[in-house]
């Protein structure tokens, strides 16, 4: 049974860093495009970075966290990483690791991505 389980959620100050990991489990994902997204209360889940296969390990940021947040894979591990820096509240929200089907993001959001992690909780204070 596929499982994967997202950590490192936390309560940070707003300009301050924290590292998310995705674990995998259940089979090897690195054939397989990984991503990140997260939901905010009220809102829809939106799509965070995503990297491809691990072939060439593409990497896809959407705009309002391009320049802070990185993500990257570690195969031998099958886990996913993303690492946050410079923080802000609005980067408040439930942060969600998935595995998609395909080699590359194509840019069509959730619909891509065919196992959900349980989420974790990210609070960046002002």
């Known amino acids: 049974q596929v499982q994967l389980v997202e950590s490192g959620g936390g309560l940070v100050q707003a300009g301050g860093s924290l590292r998310l990991s995705c674990a995998a489990s259940g089979r090897t994902f690195s054939n397989y495009c990984m991503g990140w997204f997260r939901q905010a209360p009220g809102k829809e889940r939106e799509f965070v970075a995503a990297i491809s296969w691990s072939g060439d390990s593409v990497t896809y940021y959407a705009d309002s966290v391009k320049g802070r947040f990185t993500i990257s894979r570690d195969n031998a591990k099958n886990t996913a990483f993303l690492q946050m820096n410079n923080l802000k509240p609005e980067d408040t929200a439930v942060y969600y690791c998935?595995?998609?089907?395909?080699?590359?993001?194509?840019?069509?959001?959730?619909?891509?991505?065919?196992?959900w992690g349980q989420g974790t909780q990210v609070t960046v204070s002002s």
């Open positions: 998935a595995v998609s089907r395909r080699y590359y993001y194509s840019g069509s959001g959730d619909n891509e991505f065919a196992y």
